[in-house]
């Protein structure tokens, strides 16, 4: 397996605009978590599903941020619209339990303007 | 209150010296993962752990669940270790928390 995938890699935005992560877990994984990472705030759970559906949500900023699981290969995470203080890194990862070994993408480095 | 606490915050030793980085929180936890972070950004997971100890390598994690308390241990360290390590808490009531993170040098 390639590991989980994540893009894109780096993105740079304009306040406003929408903006769309994307991962690709490990198959078989049961698991998907998505993560911020800040200066000011270190990392932070944002969501993560269980068997593509959503278990705690209770991260996510505000409503502007949105997490879909359409099936056990994708899973997208969607900021509409999008503020400079949404620039950060975005890591997704999975793993076969809730406390499972996580599994990291490489991470999407967002940058608002 | 779920809170995760990290220490030290910085950490600078020689190559060869044995490392400790401990994480202590504040209620009952289910579970505890270790992570590591290089500089290039990418997040590895070492441990996950609810009881006892583990080793990988020279890698040793040990909670010590009465206490509250988990330490992360390097044996032999080397430049390559060089990196933040981060501690992730999973409460009881199934939140998680994360650390602020050591970030560790290792001077050849």
């Known amino acids: 397996d390639a590991g989980v995938i994540q893009s894109p890699r780096h993105e740079v935005t304009e306040m406003g605009q929408e903006v769309t992560l994307r991962c690709k877990p490990i198959?078989?994984?049961?698991?998907l978590f998505w993560y911020r990472q800040t200066m000011m705030r270190g990392l932070e759970l944002l969501i993560y599903?269980?068997?593509?559906?959503?278990?705690?949500d209770s991260g996510m900023p505000e409503d502007r941020f949105s997490a879909k699981m359409p099936n056990a290969s994708f899973s997208t995470l969607k900021i509409q619209p999008s503020e400079p203080r949404d620039s950060a890194v975005y890591f997704c990862?999975?793993?076969?339990?809730?406390?499972?070994?996580?599994?990291f993408g490489a991470g999407t480095r967002l940058s608002v303007l | 209150k779920n809170e995760v606490e990290q220490s030290p915050q910085n950490l600078t030793a020689q190559e060869g010296e044995f490392i400790t980085i401990n994480c202590s929180y504040s209620?009952?936890?289910?579970?505890l993962h270790w992570l590591q972070q290089h500089p290039g950004g990418g997040i590895v997971s070492l441990f996950m752990?609810?009881?006892g100890k583990k080793k990988h390598g020279r890698l040793i994690a040990t909670i010590n669940i009465q206490e509250k308390h988990s330490s992360l241990h390097i044996t032999a360290s080397h430049p390559r270790d060089s990196a933040v390590y981060i501690c992730?808490?999973?409460?009881?009531?199934?939140?998680?928390?994360f650390g602020t993170g050591t970030r560790l040098t290792i001077i050849p």
């Open positions: 990862a999975s793993s076969l339990a809730r406390q499972g070994f996580w599994y």
């Open positions: 198959s078989g994984h049961d698991y």
């Open positions: 599903f269980n068997n593509n559906v959503p278990i705690d």
């Open positions: 209620v009952g936890i289910s579970a």
């Open positions: 752990l609810s009881s």
């Open positions: 992730a808490v999973w409460f009881g009531n199934e939140k998680l928390t």
